[in-house]
């Protein structure tokens, strides 16, 4: 991990505020989000005194831990939140919880009451039960400081625990003065130990047995040189690829051997079905991407995953290799003996978009118009609507860290944080949202950050006045929809309002002229596309999991 040197003033003695950014920036987090406030304006005084510090306020804390969790997708670089006790950090629960869900390291650096009244429910401003227990089961490490001195050490741990983490740190320790010299190493990351050389030697006697391999790659994938050495592994072994939701992107979809998401079932059950081995490698199968996990597995399952917190799954592996994910799969790669090709790849994915486009559904086709102007390297950051299901199946990924998606969570609100998130990490990159009117209005008031700092996100917002995908499965299940019905502000004068850019269609046909012209603006831009749109299980692009409650067929 990088470090960057402090270039707070050394002349008078360090305060713990100076210390909370020193320490961050020793351990080469140089990005966060937060809002200030009575009880962490310390550390934002600390923070005005730093400019190798890049700070972006945003308008609630929730947002400032999607951003942080979307800066890291993006980049590969952790970044920190700034939240205040109780509410403050209480807000970030939910990011926290999708961080932790997929491993994604995001630093939370709250506050807590001053240790004089800490634990004495004497109704101190903002005090909250043991806020340190609330908050410890959504990271991967949570810890409180006692001195200022302890400062940099807890933020270290912070910063190596390979997932969310929590530093608690009492309102007046960020002003007490840090004894001279207290500063803390980097620390490498926790790690367990890592696959034995008897161990990928059983793994490659597997796979050499085998003779019609397949892998299933997920976001593990996507760390240092990840993608190329599964691609050298797939390549080698000329098996088919295909990835999770969080894992698209880790092979480019235009790849010879790229099967697509395994969210669409379908197909990839048949290849499945037809393969005698599985590697899976940094994959987490999960409900939604396995068909509420009915997705039948070859009989031998090799399991690659990263050597710290590998993923429980109930899909069974007869070999685990834990370690570095790039390493284990050069090896393995390395150690293969020439084969010939099994499935006909190009056919099989000919013949599924075939069938796809018989179904003539606007929201493919949105899609493909949407890939047809984006560029290789532009960011796609998903919400969770009926369009966003699509996007999971269907959408091609052509770059690792371009498809950004809530999966640990399947949280509404995300997107539109998260883009912000991948916009700040990357300002030359084009990121695109999409999300639908429900799950826009979690975190709509985040506008406001995007004009504030004139972020070049683009926003494709789906309109149908409902919960579109809960109603879908209420008359499914029962024949009738009930409090899905939403009262919807005009959300372009609502853009105009923050002064973004944002332009109205009513139908699939006026969204091609559009599109391009809402991609290519300056700055933030809105696009509202009124329209209701069918869900891929509806019209059987997708076909429904056989362990669903049984189902109305509709009418």
């Given at each position: 991990?990088?470090?960057?040197?402090?270039?707070?003033?050394?002349?008078?003695?360090?305060?713990?505020?100076?210390?909370?950014?020193?320490?961050?920036?020793?351990?080469?987090?140089?990005?966060?989000?937060?809002?200030?406030?009575?009880?962490?304006?310390?550390?934002?005084?600390?923070?005005?005194?730093?400019?190798?510090?890049?700070?972006?306020?945003?308008?609630?804390?929730?947002?400032?831990?999607?951003?942080?969790?979307?800066?890291?997708?993006?980049?590969?670089?952790?970044?920190?939140?700034?939240?205040?006790?109780?509410?403050?950090?209480?807000?970030?629960?939910?990011?926290?919880?999708?961080?932790?869900?997929?491993?994604?390291?995001?630093?939370?650096?709250?506050?807590?009451?001053?240790?004089?009244?800490?634990?004495?429910?004497?109704?101190?401003?903002?005090?909250?039960?043991?806020?340190?227990?609330?908050?410890?089961?959504?990271?991967?490490?949570?810890?409180?400081?006692?001195?200022?001195?302890?400062?940099?050490?807890?933020?270290?741990?912070?910063?190596?625990?390979?997932?969310?983490?929590?530093?608690?740190?009492?309102?007046?320790?960020?002003?007490?003065?840090?004894?001279?010299?207290?500063?803390?190493?980097?620390?490498?990351?926790?790690?367990?130990?890592?696959?034995?050389?008897?161990?990928?030697?059983?793994?490659?006697?597997?796979?050499?047995?085998?003779?019609?391999?397949?892998?299933?790659?997920?976001?593990?994938?996507?760390?240092?040189?990840?993608?190329?050495?599964?691609?050298?592994?797939?390549?080698?072994?000329?098996?088919?690829?295909?990835?999770?939701?969080?894992?698209?992107?880790?092979?480019?979809?235009?790849?010879?051997?790229?099967?697509?998401?395994?969210?669409?079932?379908?197909?990839?059950?048949?290849?499945?079905?037809?393969?005698?081995?599985?590697?899976?490698?940094?994959?987490?199968?999960?409900?939604?991407?396995?068909?509420?996990?009915?997705?039948?597995?070859?009989?031998?399952?090799?399991?690659?995953?990263?050597?710290?917190?590998?993923?429980?799954?109930?899909?069974?592996?007869?070999?685990?290799?834990?370690?570095?994910?790039?390493?284990?799969?050069?090896?393995?790669?390395?150690?293969?003996?020439?084969?010939?090709?099994?499935?006909?790849?190009?056919?099989?994915?000919?013949?599924?978009?075939?069938?796809?486009?018989?179904?003539?559904?606007?929201?493919?086709?949105?899609?493909?118009?949407?890939?047809?102007?984006?560029?290789?390297?532009d960011v796609l950051v998903n919400d969770q609507s009926i369009l966003n299901y699509w996007a999971s199946a269907f959408f091609p990924v052509l770059a690792?860290?371009?498809?950004?998606?809530?999966?640990?969570?399947?949280?509404?609100?995300?997107?539109?944080?998260?883009?912000?998130?991948?916009?700040?990490?990357?300002?030359?990159?084009?990121?695109?949202c999409i999300a639908g009117d429900g799950g826009f209005q979690y975190t709509s008031h985040e506008l406001a950050t995007l004009a504030h700092y004139q972020?070049?996100?683009?926003?494709?917002?789906?309109?149908?006045?409902?919960?579109?995908?809960?109603?879908?499965?209420?008359?499914?299940?029962?024949?009738?929809?009930?409090?899905?019905?939403?009262?919807?502000?005009?959300?372009?004068?609502?853009?105009?309002?923050?002064?973004?850019?944002?332009?109205?269609?009513?139908?699939?046909?006026?969204?091609?002229?559009?599109?391009?012209?809402?991609?290519?603006?300056?700055?933030?831009?809105?696009?509202?596309?009124?329209?209701?749109?069918?869900?891929?299980?509806?019209?059987?692009?997708?076909?429904?999991?056989?362990?669903?409650?049984?189902?109305?067929?509709?009418?």
């Open positions: 991990m990088s470090t960057t040197t402090s270039s707070i003033p050394q002349t008078a003695q360090q305060t713990g505020g100076q210390a909370v950014v020193e320490a961050l920036l020793k351990c080469g987090i140089t990005s966060g989000f937060g809002i200030p406030s009575i009880h962490n304006i310390g550390i934002y005084d600390a923070l005005r005194q730093e400019p190798a510090f890049h700070h972006w306020i945003v308008r609630h804390e929730q947002a400032a831990g999607f951003a942080a969790d979307g800066f890291y997708r993006c980049t590969g670089k952790p970044a920190v939140v700034f939240a205040s006790t109780g509410p403050g950090n209480l807000f970030t629960l939910v990011p926290l919880l999708e961080s932790l869900q997929t491993n994604t390291p995001v630093v939370l650096i709250g506050t807590n009451v001053a240790t004089a009244v800490l634990g004495k429910s004497c109704g101190a401003l903002h005090e909250t039960p043991q806020q340190l227990e609330i908050i410890r089961p959504l990271a991967r490490f949570a810890a409180r400081v006692s001195s200022p001195d302890a400062i940099a050490e807890i933020v270290s741990q912070a910063a190596s625990a390979g997932g969310p983490a929590f530093v608690e740190i009492p309102t007046d320790l960020l002003y007490a003065p840090v004894a001279n010299g207290a500063s803390a190493a980097v620390k490498p990351f926790d790690r367990i130990a890592a696959a034995s050389a008897e161990q990928i030697a059983q793994a490659s006697a597997q796979i050499e047995q085998s003779s019609k391999p397949v892998i299933i790659a997920g976001s593990g994938v996507l760390h240092g040189d990840g993608p190329q050495s599964l691609q050298n592994l797939a390549e080698a072994l000329k098996a088919p690829v295909l990835t999770t939701t969080s894992g698209k992107g880790a092979i480019a979809d235009d790849h010879p051997l790229a099967m697509g998401c395994i969210s669409r079932l379908g197909m990839v059950q048949q290849l499945l079905l037809e393969s005698d081995l599985l590697i899976s490698v940094g994959a987490k199968l999960t409900e939604f991407d396995t068909g509420r996990f009915t997705l039948k597995l070859p009989p031998h399952h090799i399991q690659i995953d990263q050597n710290q917190h590998p993923a429980g799954s109930i899909f069974p592996a007869t070999i685990k290799l834990l370690g570095d994910i790039g390493a284990i799969a050069k090896k393995l790669g390395a150690d293969a003996k020439p084969r010939a090709t099994w499935f006909d790849v190009a056919a099989v994915r000919e013949q599924e978009r075939t069938k796809i486009e018989s179904l003539k559904q606007e929201s493919y086709a949105a899609l493909m118009l949407l890939r047809s102007v984006m560029g290789r390297n690792p860290r371009t498809f950004l998606y809530p999966t640990g969570s399947g949280t509404l609100g995300y997107a539109l944080p998260a883009a912000i998130g991948a916009a700040c990490a990357e300002p030359d990159r084009r990121v695109i972020l070049p996100v683009k926003i494709l917002l789906v309109n149908d006045n409902a919960y579109g995908i809960i109603g879908f499965l209420q008359r499914s299940m029962f024949g009738h929809a009930h409090e899905v019905d939403l009262k919807n502000p005009d959300f372009c004068r609502l853009a105009e309002a923050y002064g973004i850019q944002s332009d109205r269609v009513t139908g699939f046909a006026s969204l091609e002229p559009k599109m391009s012209r809402w991609l290519n603006s300056p700055g933030p831009a809105l696009l509202e596309w009124k329209t209701v749109l069918k869900a891929p299980w509806e019209v059987g692009a997708i076909i429904r999991p056989t362990n669903l409650m049984p189902m109305k067929e509709q009418r």
